[in-house]
């Protein structure tokens, strides 16, 4: 479906008394994310032109009550949008908004015109709903953390091809009533379980409580080099969980050693050299 486009710039130097012209009406901007962009926090903005007239977008960015604050495109040159061509800009995503507001999203593109720039908006389209997606995240990630921070702190090679994970659980202090049950993690497109594709952890967590640590063991869904080398999200494990009966499932955090360490677990417990495992990790 294509994007509503609005001028909101003036024309730069001179008069006339035509308007400037419009931005081509076959350009239209969508949300996309992809795997690559999930753990580094970003977004695409994917321009499409289907009309018959290059645009040459200088810069953009996305604002959304789901942001709170509006999202850039780190542009380092200019981008010519031919027609015909996609183009998809990575903005970097802000902290996100989870109180409740509308959703819709738009595009501001400042693009070169008769020797200057001018800048219009534009409606985004945002066909997976990522937006929608994100704030939903942030709410169930306010609503676990608000009874405690669980997080995957350490791992330990076994020596026969398994590995035992740390997962540490630090209940956030005061009075609050609010349970938290963990119910089970879920592997990644590298990583499984010994007990399968999750791990049961059947645990209940109160506010005020001491710290505590749970341990799951891990090991290799796969060893193909392709596979550990580029995989994006194998580090990220999803927690299952039960806030005050609701369930959701949110990404375990993980520092940045530990992500290294599982990379180099699974290459090692494949027989395969560490150095181009840690291409995930740092293409990420």
Not at 173 to 188: F, N, P, Q, W
């Amino acid at each position: 479906m294509g994007a509503a486009l609005t001028l909101v710039g003036a024309a730069l130097a001179g008069c006339s008394a035509d308007p400037p012209p419009a931005l081509p009406a076959g350009l239209t901007v969508s949300v996309v994310q992809q795997r690559g962009d999930i753990v580094p926090g970003r977004l695409q903005l994917r321009l499409t032109n289907d009309s018959d007239a290059a645009v040459i977008v200088v810069a953009a960015t996305l604002t959304s009550a789901a942001l709170s604050t509006p999202a850039e495109w780190a542009a380092r040159r200019a981008e010519s949008v031919a027609p015909g061509r996609v183009v998809d800009l990575p903005v970097a995503l802000p902290a996100l908004v989870c109180a409740a507001g509308e959703d819709a999203a738009r595009v501001t593109l400042e693009v070169a015109a008769g020797g200057g720039t001018r800048s219009a908006e534009m409606d985004a389209d945002d066909p997976l709903r990522v937006l929608d997606r994100l704030r939903a995240t942030q709410c169930d990630r306010e609503a676990v953390s608000a009874v405690a921070h669980v997080e995957a702190t350490g791992i330990a090679p076994r020596g026969d091809g398994m590995a035992d994970v740390s997962v540490s659980i630090t209940p956030a202090g005061g009075d609050r009533i609010s349970s938290l049950e963990l119910v089970a993690l879920r592997g990644t497109p590298l990583l499984r379980f010994a007990t399968g594709d999750e791990a049961p952890l059947a645990t209940t967590v109160r506010a005020g409580e001491a710290p505590s640590t749970l341990t799951v063991a891990v090991v290799p869904r796969r060893c193909d080099p392709h596979a550990i080398a580029e995989d994006k999200v194998g580090t990220l494990f999803d927690l299952v969980a039960r806030v005050d009966g609701r369930e959701v499932v949110v990404s375990l955090g993980r520092p940045q050693m530990v992500a290294d360490a599982l990379v180099t677990f699974a290459a090692e417990a494949c027989g395969l050299s560490t150095g181009s495992a840690h291409a995930e990790t740092a293409s990420g």
